[in-house]
């Protein structure tokens, strides 16, 4: 697709990054220009949700250590987050399991992606503003948390949107973070 079209797309669906946008064209597979342009507006429709995101006040995380016979502990996050609005949400299906990786930066990873990308789309003049590592933020694609990065690198990433950490405790089969917004 040449240049001039894709800005045109772009005027039309100005929440997809650049790149995701070049992506979804050149891999689409719809054989007319009306189911393309579907696609691309419902691409469009999950960005904006992505990005219109509210801002977070607080954030709480508890990790549960489960044993498996297989894997070794694998974490289960339960997560809650107030919004600046007073609004609280929770999510408490986050697992993952396997072995080669930081396990505990992932579970983290897919909650705080689950709430956080609109605060990091909003941080996203990556010239003068740069993340720490752990926060992937390409020009062209929508930023997000990473996982298997490390406990501290994902931390380090929240202090970098503005949070401190209240208060955090381990044990043997948990872990705990208190963030609030400064």
Request: hydrophobic share 30%; charged share 25%; glycine share 10%.
């Given at each position: 697709?040449?240049?001039?079209?894709?800005?045109?797309?772009?005027?039309?669906?100005?929440?997809?990054?650049?790149?995701?946008?070049?992506?979804?064209?050149?891999?689409?597979?719809?054989?007319?220009?009306?189911?393309?342009?579907?696609?691309?507006?419902?691409?469009?429709?999950?960005?904006?949700?992505?990005?219109?995101?509210?801002?977070?006040?607080?954030?709480?995380?508890?990790?549960?250590?489960?044993?498996?016979?297989?894997?070794?502990?694998?974490?289960?996050?339960?997560?809650?987050?107030?919004?600046?609005?007073?609004?609280?949400?929770?999510?408490?299906?986050?697992?993952?399991?396997?072995?080669?990786?930081?396990?505990?930066?992932?579970?983290?990873?897919?909650?705080?992606?689950?709430?956080?990308?609109g605060m990091l789309w909003r941080r996203r003049n990556y010239r003068t503003?740069?993340?720490?590592?752990?926060?992937?933020?390409?020009?062209?694609?929508?930023?997000?948390?990473?996982?298997?990065?490390?406990?501290?690198?994902?931390?380090?990433?929240?202090?970098?949107?503005?949070?401190?950490?209240?208060?955090?405790?381990?044990?043997?089969?948990?872990?705990?973070?208190?963030?609030?917004?400064?």
């Open positions: 697709m040449k240049k001039k079209e894709m800005k045109e797309l772009q005027k039309q669906f100005p929440y997809i990054p650049s790149c995701e946008l070049e992506y979804e064209v050149n891999s689409s597979t719809y054989k007319t220009e009306r189911g393309l342009m579907k696609h691309l507006a419902k691409v469009n429709d999950e960005c904006r949700g992505k990005a219109e995101q509210p801002d977070v006040k607080r954030i709480e995380m508890t990790v549960e250590w489960s044993k498996s016979s297989m894997w070794g502990y694998n974490p289960h996050l339960r997560g809650y987050v107030q919004f600046e609005d007073g609004r609280w949400e929770s999510n408490t299906d986050i697992s993952c399991g396997g072995c080669g990786y930081d396990k505990l930066s992932t579970v983290m990873a897919d909650f705080l992606n689950r709430h956080l990308r503003n740069k993340p720490p590592y752990g926060i992937t933020y390409q020009k062209g694609w929508f930023p997000h948390f990473d996982g298997g990065v490390g406990e501290n690198c994902t931390i380090s990433g929240l202090m970098w949107l503005g949070f401190k950490l209240v208060s955090s405790s381990h044990g043997k089969t948990f872990d705990t973070y208190e963030l609030a917004r400064k």
